[in-house]
């Protein structure tokens, strides 16, 4: 099956640092989704990125389907960022596995005031 | 934004007992999906489906079924609840077609299921 790694699994920043979050994936991609989840609560969508690069507010995510590999980095941390980031991945088409997503153990990131 | 909401938000169950896990989506999506998540874990897939009537195992299915008697609606079901299907568990919906967002899903806010 294919496999999804995210790294690091956890990060501990000071308000106003930066963060890069990885996601490494071992087949062929069809789309790239990375999520936030709150602390005890649901996930929200923050990219969906298949490849190249995009860009919300003080986040930017990078899909380099070549070096099989997507990142999140979020620019100037606020406490409110405080959460888990998950990635996830949709197979090839060609797999026949269209909408089903794999997803990493998620990256737990803590930002301090 | 798409609306996904799941009933009941948190569940004490017995071993051994039956337990149903509803969801409910008012945005028109034709696939919808349940996902367990453990913790410190992400989440796994048990079941999906991409239309009414019909669903299809995701990489976990053992221990459950799921339902889908309308679009709107999905529901998990856990015939006789183990120590082991302790988790949360997450429905989320996704549009089977179009847009650059194709693909994207929504999830719901999660019920968390303690079973003793």
């Known amino acids: 099956g294919q496999q999804v790694q995210q790294s690091p699994a956890s990060l501990v920043l000071q308000e106003g640092e930066n963060a890069e979050l990885q996601c490494n994936f071992s087949?062929?991609?069809?789309?790239m989704q990375w999520f936030y989840q709150r602390p005890g609560g649901s996930l929200v969508s923050l990219f969906y990125?298949?490849?190249g690069t995009k860009h919300s507010g003080r986040l930017t995510s990078t899909t380099v389907i070549k070096e099989r590999r997507s990142s999140l980095h979020i620019s100037s941390s606020q406490t409110t960022d405080s959460g888990t980031y998950l990635c996830?991945?949709?197979?090839?088409?060609?797999?026949?596995?269209?909408?089903?997503?794999?997803f990493g153990a998620g990256t737990r990131l803590a930002v301090c005031p | 934004e798409a609306a996904v909401t799941q009933s009941p938000r948190s569940k004490v169950a017995v071993t051994g007992g039956k337990v149903t896990l509803s969801c409910h989506q008012t945005?028109?999506?034709?696939?919808m999906y349940w996902y367990r998540q453990d913790t410190g874990h992400g989440l796994r897939l048990i079941h999906y489906?991409?239309?009414?009537?019909?669903?299809e195992k995701g990489d976990i299915p053992d221990g459950y079924k799921a339902s889908r008697p309308s679009q709107e609606n999905f529901s998990l079901i856990l015939e006789l609840a183990s120590l082991s299907q302790t988790a949360v568990y997450f429905c989320?919906?996704?549009?089977?077609?179009?847009?650059?967002?194709?693909?994207?899903?929504?999830f719901g806010p999660g019920t968390r299921l303690l079973v003793l």
């Open positions: 989320a919906s996704s549009d089977a077609l179009g847009g650059v967002n194709q693909d994207t899903q929504y």
């Open positions: 087949t062929s991609l069809n789309s």
């Open positions: 990125n298949p490849s």
């Open positions: 996830a991945l949709a197979p090839s088409m060609l797999s026949g596995s269209f909408n089903k997503l794999t």
């Open positions: 945005n028109n999506h034709d696939y």
């Open positions: 489906s991409y239309v009414a009537d019909s669903t």
